[in-house]
């Protein structure tokens, strides 16, 4: 089972958000694990709708507080690791969706990348790397291809 992550910033808008939820919504349908940073935003929405097609969600916290999670989680796990938890989002993951521009996203992105993953963005960083889709659909089926 495939696992993919999809980032993105917390205080994201609602075109994003959109976006993010239609993203989580096709990788759940394919049969994908959606992992977030399990809070709001870009993360909440991608869990949203990931959930809402009966996938599975698991959300990496940055806190030690499970509660903190977003109510469309599966799986909670609560690291007590602050932003450094972005490398365990990103290295658990086969494949990334970054969806929106937040300074802990490019951090994501870095790491990703770094780690030799796919990395395909939707309205996200334009860095060296990181391939841009147009949508939901084209975002899903290049990290599926």
Do not use: F
Not at 25 to 41: H, M, N, Q, S, W
Not at 63 to 92: F, I, L, P, Q, Y
Not at 115 to 129: Q, T
Request: hydrophobic letters at 50%; glycine letters at 20%; proline letters at 1%.
């Amino acid at each position: 089972m495939k696992q993919v992550a999809v980032i993105g910033p917390g205080d994201a808008g609602d075109r994003e958000c959109g976006v993010a939820r239609e993203v989580g919504r096709l990788l759940a349908e394919r049969g994908c694990v959606v992992l977030t940073g399990g809070l709001g935003g870009v993360m909440e929405a991608a869990s949203r709708g990931a959930r809402g097609a009966g996938g599975v969600v698991v959300a990496v916290l940055p806190g030690e507080d499970s509660a903190e999670a977003n109510e469309h989680a599966s799986v909670v796990v609560a690291t007590g690791m602050g932003e450094a938890r972005n490398a365990v989002v990103v290295n658990s993951a086969d494949a990334v969706v970054a969806v929106g521009r937040g300074y802990g996203t490019l951090s994501e992105i870095g790491l990703a990348l770094r780690a030799g993953k796919m990395v395909v963005g939707i309205r996200a960083w334009e860095v060296e790397g990181v391939v841009g889709a147009r949508d939901a659909g084209e975002a899903v089926g290049l990290v599926l291809g």
